[in-house]
């Protein structure tokens, strides 16, 4: 190596340090088996540890309990047949507090292209989360009076014909045919009430996420199982399910999603009336895993692709037009999107795509 060369290379090491120690982001390094040799002064300011308490330690301190031991395992997996990692995380400070950051991990080579160490750099993502969070209550807060205008026709509907049912029934003066049939009256009504008030406590109040690892093609298998089990729901139509094997458990909130495939089966449903072909297809790329929902429905007319998803739209003659809002928020919350096409009498086919993620 030429003195100039040399000089260079020198120059580059001591610009690169300078550029660890005064990066606002958190930034550790350490050796081949973890342990940590340097801390930046952003790692002070964030966690709260000094570099005398911090060196010599392992990343196990900053571990809070969102972090198994099992993600870890897989996050190294990843490390040592890549050279690098990258993901969110939940990490804790000395002080006990909660610190979500994106946290970026790279392997350090030396001239033979074996380990040496590895250098961590986290974005303290605390401002943006809460950020997002206000954002959502504000929008939650500007439809108020539109949700309540709607809230008193959705209900006011089906409370009368149950306060009609109950005085028919309480009247005595009904034939056999007539109690089964205002009987049925009150059963249909209660559900679309409980329906109504399930899909507005919903909207009003978002649950945060509770992500665990689930099996996609198990979830799709348990909401189909429960649209088959009610006939009087899916009368003639036919439900056609394409699973995939391959894809791999990951972080999703089962319930939520749930809820998602529901909403979007429900109207598939309505929509085709009693009779077509219901499909599902599970699929997954680099990166995402798909969920198609298909039906051979009438399409939604192009007028209403535009506030599909805004609340309290809908082309139907009842409903709240919060299904699909719902379950556009709860799939934007974990990172994904729903795409939507359709064609006038060909039917529509929604995309749910989700990001695989630890």
């Avoid at 804790?92 to 040496?116: C, M, Q």
């Avoid at 059963?187 to 399930?198: A, P, Y």
């Avoid at 093609?217 to 006939?231: D, G």
Wanted: net charge positive; proline share 3%; charged share 25%.
């Amino acid at each position: 190596m030429t003195a100039i060369n040399k000089k260079l290379k020198m120059s580059i090491q001591a610009a690169l340090l300078q550029a660890f120690k005064q990066s606002n982001d958190v930034m550790f390094y350490t050796d081949k088996n973890g342990t940590i040799l340097d801390i930046n002064e952003a790692f002070s300011r964030h966690y709260g540890h000094t570099k005398e308490e911090a060196v010599g330690q392992t990343p196990k301190i900053l571990r809070s309990s969102h972090s198994t031991q099992e993600m870890y395992k897989r996050m190294w997996d990843g490390i040592l047949s890549s050279g690098h990692w990258r993901g969110q995380l939940i990490n804790r400070t000395k002080a006990g507090r909660e610190l979500p950051v994106f946290l970026t991990i790279t392997a350090v080579r030396d001239s033979n292209a074996a380990i040496t160490g590895y250098v961590s750099s986290a974005l303290d993502m605390s401002d943006q989360m809460a950020l997002q969070n206000r954002v959502a209550q504000s929008e939650a807060l500007a439809s108020l009076g539109e949700m309540a205008a709607v809230v008193a026709h959705e209900i006011r509907n089906p409370l009368s014909s149950i306060v009609m049912a109950a005085k028919q029934i309480g009247s005595g003066r009904l034939a056999s045919a007539e109690r089964d049939m205002v009987l049925k009256v009150l059963r249909d009504e209660s559900q679309r009430l409980n329906e109504t008030l399930t899909n507005f406590l919903a909207y009003a109040r978002p649950r945060d996420l509770k992500l665990e690892r689930v099996d996609l093609n198990h979830l799709i298998n348990e909401v189909c199982r429960m649209v088959q089990s009610n006939r009087d729901l899916l009368k003639s139509i036919e439900l056609k399910v394409s699973l995939d094997k391959s894809l791999e458990p990951f972080a999703l909130d089962a319930d939520q999603l749930r809820q998602v495939v529901w909403n979007i089966m429900l109207n598939a449903i309505q929509a085709m009336e009693g009779r077509g072909t219901l499909g599902l297809e599970i699929s997954h790329g680099p990166g995402q895993a798909l969920l198609c929902v298909t039906d051979t429905g009438p399409g939604i007319p192009e007028s209403a692709m535009a506030t599909l998803f805004k609340p309290f739209h809908t082309t139907k003659r009842q409903g709240t037009g919060l299904g699909l809002a719902i379950a556009e928020r709860i799939v934007k919350t974990h990172g994904g999107r729903i795409d939507v096409k359709s064609r006038q009498n060909q039917g529509t086919m929604f995309t749910i795509r989700l990001p695989i993620q630890e």
